[in-house]
């Protein structure tokens, strides 16, 4: 089973992404970027382009093109095609197309799951896709750049472009919309599918719904769909991945044989999970549980990455706030701990209050 960290936008940013990999990286096999928007400006913003530069990227990644993939956020073809190449040109080996995001903004503008409420529109979109990827044809970007870009993917030649894969939702407003996006998807080939076992409506509250998404893989499957599948939603502890095997009738190294309500999965992303224990993935492959020496070590590694991207001590602790909203259920009674470290102003106030929540409470 693979395991990967969800993209999180705001949070799963670079200094995340080498920190972790630093520190509980040999449980993770991809990292998974915030969306990069593919303007039809064919122009990135800085801040998303800066954070899929390789120069970026921690020595801890061997292989930074395979280890970390970006999402494309495109409301059509030609856009994401523009940024597929970019990416490409910068080394990674695969992209993802966002077809999950449940923001309003996202949304409105056609784009995310505001995609699904249309798998006609979406079928010609990932057609227009997959043409130019199997023709190797330029498509996108702007037209007096056309030349320079077909040079700088001159060596390239049909492998300008990256494998592609989908994170997809199990609908809208109703799973019932899963067949015809299954369906849609089957046709193309694509190198991974992954689906949050929710539809846009639900934003990421409640349960997800399984059996709406075994009967979607099933669909997909019957369609000829090749791609591998990776489940995601609420796999935060190894009780819980526990618990989705047996839903899903899955025992260790894939379907149980002979199992007609078998649902195999390649792999499950991690999102929420991994920010409450970053040692997750390590524990769901059998190592060991996450150590409060090891965390203090993570969190310190954290705080001096984030000083280097955010100017400002008082925006550095902001930062680490959005952590300890999920990693304070590590320690018992921490109320008035949890509010020094809300209080601190300082480099030094915060490093104070978090030495004095180790020290104090118990680690759980």
């Known amino acids: 089973?693979?395991?990967?960290?969800?993209?999180?936008?705001?949070?799963?940013?670079?200094?995340?992404?080498?920190?972790?990999?630093?520190?509980?990286?040999?449980?993770?096999?991809?990292?998974?970027?915030?969306?990069?928007?593919?303007?039809?400006?064919?122009?990135?913003?800085?801040?998303e382009k800066k954070d899929v530069l390789p120069e970026k990227c921690s020595k801890a990644?061997?292989?930074?093109?395979?280890?970390?993939?970006p999402q494309i956020m495109a409301g059509n073809g030609e856009n994401f095609l523009w940024a597929a190449r970019e990416m490409k040109k910068l080394g990674y080996k695969g992209v993802n197309l966002n077809?999950?995001?449940?923001?309003?903004?996202?949304?409105?503008r056609h784009k995310g799951s505001g995609l699904l409420q249309d798998p006609e529109y979406l079928d010609k979109m990932l057609k227009e896709i997959f043409g130019a990827v199997e023709a190797g044809e330029v498509v996108g970007g702007k037209p007096f750049n056309k030349r320079r870009d077909e040079e700088d993917l001159a060596d390239l030649g049909r492998n300008m472009?990256?494998?592609?894969?989908?994170?997809?939702?199990?609908?809208?407003?109703?799973?019932?919309?899963?067949?015809?996006?299954?369906?849609?998807?089957?046709?193309?080939?694509?190198?991974e599918l992954t689906i949050h076992a929710r539809v846009r409506e639900d934003y990421y509250a409640g349960h997800p719904r399984i059996e709406d998404f075994i009967k979607a893989v099933k669909v997909y499957r019957q369609c000829g769909g090749s791609a591998d599948l990776i489940y995601n939603g609420n796999v935060n502890s190894v009780e819980d991945y526990k618990k989705l095997q047996k839903e899903l009738g899955l025992f260790e190294g894939g379907a149980a044989p002979g199992s007609d309500d078998s649902c195999h999965i390649s792999g499950i992303m991690l999102g929420r999970g991994l920010l409450s224990n970053p040692a997750l993935a390590r524990e769901l492959k059998g190592g060991e549980r996450l150590q409060p020496e090891e965390l203090k070590i993570y969190l310190r590694k954290l705080y001096d990455a984030y000083s280097e991207y955010i100017p400002e001590d008082r925006n550095v602790i902001f930062k680490m706030l959005e952590h300890w909203a999920f990693l304070h259920v590590h320690f018992k009674d921490s109320d008035k701990c949890l509010k020094a470290i809300r209080k601190s102003r300082s480099k030094g106030e915060y490093q104070a209050a978090v030495n004095g929540i180790f020290a104090k409470c118990e680690f759980v």
């Not at 990644?61 to 993939?69: A, C, N, P, W």
């Not at 077809?99 to 949304?107: D, E, F, K, M, R």
């Open 99 to 108: 077809l999950g995001c449940p923001a309003p903004t996202v949304v409105n």
């Open 61 to 69: 990644f061997e292989d930074y093109g395979s280890q970390i993939e």
């Open 161 to 191: 472009y990256p494998e592609i894969s989908l994170k997809t939702r199990l609908g809208f407003s109703n799973p019932a919309e899963a067949t015809e996006l299954m369906k849609v998807y089957a046709g193309y080939p694509l190198k």
């Open 1 to 47: 089973m693979k395991y990967y960290f969800a993209p999180m936008e705001g949070i799963t940013l670079y200094p995340l992404r080498n920190v972790h990999r630093e520190v509980f990286g040999e449980g993770v096999d991809k990292y998974c970027t915030p969306f990069l928007t593919a303007a039809s400006t064919f122009h990135f913003k800085n801040r």
